[in-house]
């Protein structure tokens, strides 16, 4: 497949789908988006189904009485936690317990070290996007928790691709190319599938598509919403902040972190709030 190739074709997606093995949407979490996207919600049902999965059960819990939520004392129940997490952050707590149950078949210190960034990544984006006119915090941490998704289901397949990744890091080059360069696909690619597979918007995965390219800021719109756009910018700066709060190597690119700030309008002084804002928010889930 053509790095510069932006439409993927039939033939493509077949090659894809034989050659690595993307992992089916969990029923219960199908059942409890359904559930979720109704105009009235039935919150016992969403209860029921987290309750069903004790993972799940524990990552609500944790989230609503973490400090973000629990001020107002401490919740014991699958059902006081939907209470007071609202809808929207349950579906957010389902979909990152499926995702991370599905990331098997790798060394386990590795995973929790790649979830854990993930899930700050996610934690981070939502924050900035809440404060961008017209960007769903929800859908932000949704497209931060799957947008690079997919490095571990290529980790689990290609034997060298860990070493590729150290290469990347290392050598301070842009992974996606490298990609393209050994397999025969890229992790945006296979992220992209991997929520189609899912049943989530399609926004989600046109977003992770196009994550990487280097003209994405430039793309009509026809090929690129304005939409998804805004979840690459939101997910773009915040990778840079927590490059800098954490004092990491964070996959990114600093030219599409210059365009990003362009896009979303936001100043020196923007990214000096927001900086000390997600900082607090990293100090305040690791006391949680």
């Known amino acids: 497949m053509s790095p510069s190739s932006r439409d993927l074709s039939p033939e493509d997606l077949q090659k894809v789908m034989a050659t690595i093995d993307?992992?089916?949407?969990?029923?219960m979490v199908g059942d409890a988006m359904k559930e979720g996207q109704k105009d009235e919600p039935d919150?016992?049902?969403l209860a029921g189904i987290i309750s069903n999965d004790p993972g799940m059960t524990a990552a609500?819990?944790?989230l609503a009485n973490s400090p973000l939520f629990g001020s107002s004392g401490p919740v014991s129940s699958a059902r006081k936690a939907v209470e007071r997490l609202g809808t929207k952050n349950v579906l957010c707590v389902v979909v990152a317990s499926a995702l991370r149950a599905s990331i098997t078949g790798?060394?386990?210190?590795?995973?929790?070290?790649?979830?854990?960034r993930t899930m700050t990544l996610a934690l981070a984006s939502s924050m900035l996007a809440r404060r961008q006119y017209g960007v769903s915090a929800d859908a932000a941490y949704t497209y931060a928790l799957f947008h690079d998704a997919a490095i571990p289901?290529?980790?689990?397949?290609?034997p060298d691709y860990g070493a590729l990744l150290e290469k990347c890091r290392a050598e301070k080059l842009e992974l996606s190319d490298a990609e393209e360069k050994y397999f025969p696909c890229s992790h945006p690619v296979v992220g992209s599938l991997l929520v189609r597979n899912w049943g989530l918007p399609p926004i989600l995965a046109q977003a992770i598509r196009f994550h990487h390219d280097k003209e994405a800021y430039d793309l009509p719109e026809r090929t690129l919403p304005g939409s998804a756009l805004s979840l690459i910018a939101v997910t773009h700066v915040a990778e840079q902040l927590l490059s800098e709060i954490l004092d990491e190597d964070?996959?990114?690119?600093?030219?599409?972190?210059?365009?990003?700030l362009g896009f979303l309008g936001l100043s020196a002084d923007d990214l000096d709030e927001l900086r000390h804002r997600v900082a607090e928010a990293i100090e305040s889930a690791a006391r949680g």
């Not at 964070?250 to 990003?260: M, P, S, T, V, Y």
């Open 43 to 45: 919150l016992n049902r």
């Open 22 to 27: 993307i992992p089916t949407c969990p029923a």
């Open 153 to 158: 289901l290529m980790m689990r397949r290609y």
């Open 60 to 62: 609500a819990l944790k």
């Open 106 to 116: 790798l060394p386990a210190a590795w995973v929790e070290q790649f979830w854990k």
């Open 250 to 260: 964070i996959e990114g690119d600093n030219a599409l972190f210059e365009r990003a």
